[in-house]
């Protein structure tokens, strides 16, 4: 089997303005420099630790109006909006910690579950889970197509901080089963997104990616929002929708 050693490197030491949507559409992910400055960073310090201190899971952040708020501020952005279509919103933001006390990885996969208020049986609808007190379905892929995920950085993701891992232009293969998802990778290689800090990684769900463990020296903290068209088909409705 040939090695999935990554071969290429995608950073944010570029401006996105004037990059068309079909960049996202082509590629599956882009990363931009910073959204905010250096303003919304101690702002976002402040938050995250009370997070913690209250044991909030990570899934659930936008039941705070904070989270909503940071949402509704990335959604309009000029370097966001031209990628989200007018009438996306805000369904589900997770935090993802590494540090030093929390290191992990994950193997190659796609997002494939929105959390939705309660079950409607349809043959079109599969791998029903709960999570964290959320009922999770996989709808069909031309939905998944049509929804994006904004990876904000509150720290800077360096090579060693566990950086996710992308299989370029994979989300165009569709839904796959985790022996073609392997051979995906290993025909097409990975891409490592570094993000400076305060930058974003807009990422298509049915991307393939994975992440490694981080060098344990530094915190990388990714608040990671999905935006998605209003209505849900078959009747569904989402858990949360800003
Ligand atoms: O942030 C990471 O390292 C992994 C995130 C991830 O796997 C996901 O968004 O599904």
Redesign the pocket.
Known sequence: MKSAKPDNIACSAFDNIGMTANKLDDDGFLITGPLFGHELGPRLENIIPQLKQDSIGSRNLMEHSWCVDLAKLIRGHQRIAPFLSAAAVAVQC?L?E?SKNQN???PV?Q?LGIAVREKIKHPALTGWTEKEGSIFVQPPDSFLHEMV?V?FHIDECGLDD???RVVRASHKAGRLDSHAALAERDRVGETLCAVERGGAML?KPLLL???SKASGHSR?R?L?FVFAPPVLPFGLQWRHAF
């Open positions: 997770n993802f590494k992990w990885l994950v996969h997002d995920a990876r566990g950086p996710l990422m990616h994975a992440s990388r990714v990671h």
